[in-house]
């Protein structure tokens, strides 16, 4: 695999298989581990949603087996990459996140005023404008049934290539959650430049961020594959832990 493991990714042995037992937050920690390493992660759900898991615990042992005997398929899920920037330098190492950065206010909940902006891998750059609201998450296709679903987002199928930018809580009805092409990277900052924001990484690491920073979100060039059993599907998996439409009934046969 030519895929780069970023410091702190990994072990430095070879893996087959990477099984994680708990719930949604689990399996991230272990999909981080299994960042740019070719080792499958097999997700059993020991919590209440497990949305991203897709064994049950009552299924371990017959999940094994099928891995075992080759019974399953790879779900290929692609990270986000993210930055800190000032004046126009780089001045941070690279966060990877499987769902979603989050840019938002530290401490008390208060509203702060962001800018967004996208900018190509060419140089070219575009305003998108502002807007006032509790942050914006920045997400994968696998992160928006996370935090970006429960900020009004759009459900989108893990194979569709292509970011999401979500605003938390916006003070206006005319911001909308939007859908970026996958080779364009998204552009945050506080615009009143005097906001004590912080990056959030899939919810399990926090960096302080200075009021003249600037976080720059691209795609990244790591993946991560989940085992997925033939049973299992992204829709059935909607239905029943989302409770998102209902099992279409068979035509009846004469």
């Excluded at 019974?71 to 986000?80: D, S």
């Excluded at 769902?99 to 008390?108: A, L, P, Q």
């Excluded at 750059?125 to 009004?152: H, K, N, W």
């Excluded at 996958?182 to 945050?188: C, I």
């Amino acid at each position: 695999m030519d895929e780069p493991v970023p410091d702190g990714f990994g072990p430095d042995h070879d893996l087959d298989l990477i099984v994680t037992l708990g719930g949604d937050g689990t399996l991230l920690r272990g999909a981080r581990q299994a960042a740019g390493l070719d080792a499958p992660v097999l997700g059993v759900n020991l919590g209440r949603l497990g949305f991203l898991t897709s064994v049950a615990e009552s299924e371990v042992e017959d999940a094994i087996a099928a891995v075992g005997s080759g019974r399953y398929r790879l779900e290929r899920r692609r990270c986000l990459e993210a930055s800190v920037w000032r004046d126009g330098e780089e001045v941070s190492d690279s966060w990877y996140a499987f769902n979603d950065f989050v840019i938002h206010k530290s401490g008390v909940a208060r509203v702060t005023r962001l800018g967004l902006s996208v900018g190509t891998r060419h140089g070219e750059r575009e305003t998108v404008g502002s807007f006032s609201g509790d942050g914006v998450i920045v997400a994968t296709p696998t992160g928006s049934t996370a935090y970006s679903l429960s900020a009004g987002g759009p459900i989108v199928v893990p194979g569709v290539q292509c970011i999401l930018v979500t605003p938390i809580c916006p003070h206006s009805l005319a911001v909308r959650p939007l859908i970026i092409p996958a080779d364009v990277d998204v552009r945050v900052r506080s615009v009143d430049r005097s906001e004590e924001l912080v990056l959030t990484v899939d919810g399990q690491e926090v960096q302080p961020l200075d009021p003249d920073d600037e976080v720059r979100v691209k795609r990244s060039d790591l993946a991560i594959s989940l085992v997925r059993l033939p049973e299992g599907s992204f829709f059935t998996t909607l239905r029943r832990k989302l409770g998102w439409a209902l099992e279409m009934e068979r035509e009846a046969t004469t």
